[in-house]
């Protein structure tokens, strides 16, 4: 008879990614353990995994004990928060893996920064800001425009662009509140923010694979908005890129460059790059897959889902992606606005939209909804499939078009006694 592979998946009790993977290792007929916190979770492999606390040194040794029944085959983590330990435990057990500290780096976006200047790889101007300490001789001296972002926030929170030093006091002060809300584990994070050079020009993703070092790339995608701020609300992502050879050519190279740099070597890599009049700039390098539902463009010419991909490549499987004509996108509903959502008008006829292949709703009525910076949710997605990646633009621009969020305000009660 022949077993299974065994795969441990490591993730955060609320990773949306989570669904994705199971069903990919059940597709490829790998068994899943779910190593992550939440031992009452309706996700049921969760439930019945190995339940840990992702910030317990602790959790290495429970995870390697865990193994030693039966075996591990390949380790993924799904998250930021995840990529460091799941690289500790792969490299205990000899398996494919980063360097503990290079995914350290890629989820601090400090740390990411100095690796990347010591390689030499094109990166804005930053530097590192005391919350402790006063503002003002901390920033004097930056050049104007600038970004103010957190450390570790993922989903462009906490991201503003600041033209004038009285906008850089006030979004500093902002973060900081933002973070204060979050119960960080990481102390140093929670007091430190990162002042960067705005650069300016068109902003790409490239998601890519990496084995032993050599970069794969699956997919190089548009974003046809542009980003210029005060937030940074990222929309459509479109494939293939309409960008010049030579200018893709070049993406792959700076993210060839930043991986090396960060010392990456084996799994996934989302990359974010600025296309400046001088060349690319590197904005952020991850150790993780696209975030949200985005990763469902991937199966649009390799035929297979970015999640499987994975999964074979971290327990030893051979990869083959397939090739298909044709474009595809995705639209990011964003979120217009503060307040309590009654309903979104028009779903049908987005989904009447020539090209349109599915509208996903993710946020039910009578949710909350928060805007950037201090949100980092999207009200839902709509995907498209059509010859060309103008005319996926079309289409999800004409079904965006078709929709209505009717968004209710929200009533604050004061005690007025």
Do not use: W
């Amino acid at each position: 008879m022949t077993i299974s592979p065994r795969l441990l998946l490591v993730a955060p009790p609320n990773s949306y990614r989570t669904a994705a993977f199971i069903e990919a290792a059940r597709r490829n007929r790998i068994d899943v353990l779910v190593a992550s916190e939440g031992r009452y979770s309706l996700v049921s492999e969760i439930a019945a995994g190995v339940h840990i606390d992702l910030q317990d040194p602790a959790a290495l040794q429970q995870l390697l004990a865990a193994g030693q029944t039966r075996p591990f085959a390949g380790v993924v983590a799904t998250d930021d928060a995840t990529v460091e330990l799941g690289s500790r435990v792969a490299a205990a057990l000899g398996l494919p893996h980063n360097p503990p500290e290079a995914a350290r780096y890629s989820r601090r976006k400090d740390l990411s920064r100095r690796a990347l200047a010591a390689g030499s790889v094109r990166i804005p101007d930053f530097r590192l800001l005391d919350l402790d300490r006063p503002l003002d001789p901390q920033l004097d001296g930056f050049t104007l425009p600038a970004v103010i972002k957190p450390l570790v926030l993922s989903a462009s929170r906490g991201v503003i662009r600041v033209n004038t030093p009285e906008e850089a006091r006030a979004a500093c002060l902002r973060v900081a509140k933002i973070l204060a809300g979050e119960s960080l584990a990481d102390d140093f994070a929670a007091r430190h923010l990162l002042l960067e050079t705005f650069i300016p020009g068109a902003e790409v993703a490239l998601e890519g694979l990496l084995r032993q070092g050599r970069l794969t790339v699956l997919a190089i995608f548009d974003k046809p908005d542009p980003l210029e701020g005060p937030y940074f609300e990222e929309t459509y992502y479109i494939k293939p890129s309409r960008h010049a050879d030579r200018v893709q050519q070049q993406l792959v190279e700076c993210t060839r460059a930043a991986c090396a740099a960060l010392g990456l070597r084996e799994g996934p890599v989302h990359a974010e790059l600025r296309i400046h009049d001088d060349g690319p700039v590197v904005m952020e390098v991850a150790a993780r897959t696209i975030g949200g539902e985005c990763a469902r463009l991937l199966s649009f010419g390799t035929g297979r889902s970015l999640e499987e991909l994975v999964i074979l490549h971290a327990t030893g499987r051979p990869l083959t992606l397939a090739h298909a004509d044709g474009a595809a996108g995705v639209l990011m509903l964003p979120i217009p606005g503060g307040g309590i959502l009654r309903r979104i008008e028009g779903t049908g006829a987005a989904r009447a939209v020539p090209g349109i292949t599915d509208v996903l709703v993710t946020i039910r009525d009578g949710y909350e909804l928060v805007p950037l910076p201090e949100g980092g949710s999207y009200l839902g997605f709509v995907f498209a499939q059509c010859p060309t990646p103008e005319e996926v633009e079309a289409a999800l621009r004409a079904a965006h078009a078709k929709l209505n969020i009717v968004i209710a305000p929200l009533m604050q009660i004061q005690d007025t006694r």
